[in-house]
């Protein structure tokens, strides 16, 4: 992916990708949008999404501390009433993945290289 191609995508996408964080939470996310009213078990989404638990858990807390998911009391998640340009922007991102999931995958390789190098030079910066 082309780093200008991501950065000419709209703001709110970007923010939205960076939100999100990783491959597993891109993909638990555009499985929630694609039925908004559903509640999802754990057990579930890794059968779904053929995701290690682990991987699947750490995905699911950054979802829910981003506020894109909402954990419910019995355990399960299901997807966030978002503001309608939030809405807007998860459509665009489920979209996206359909279409050019490459690109969206080099996007979130992106937003991870820039929170790796801004948490080096907070680190060197301290010393």
Known sequence: MAHDEF????????????DIGTVEGLDIMCLVARDES???????????????????DHAVRRLVASRL???LSDGRVCGVRASPSRHTSLTALSRLCEQDRANVLGAI????????????VRTFVRR
């Open 109 to 120: 390789a992106h937003s991870s290289i820039s929170r790796i190098r801004s948490s080096a």
């Open 7 to 18: 950065l000419s995508w709209p703001e709110d996408l970007q923010d939205l990708i960076d």
């Open 69 to 71: 998911l909402e954990r």
């Open 38 to 56: 559903r509640a999802w078990r754990l057990e579930e989404l890794c059968e779904q999404l053929a995701i290690d638990r682990f991987a699947l």
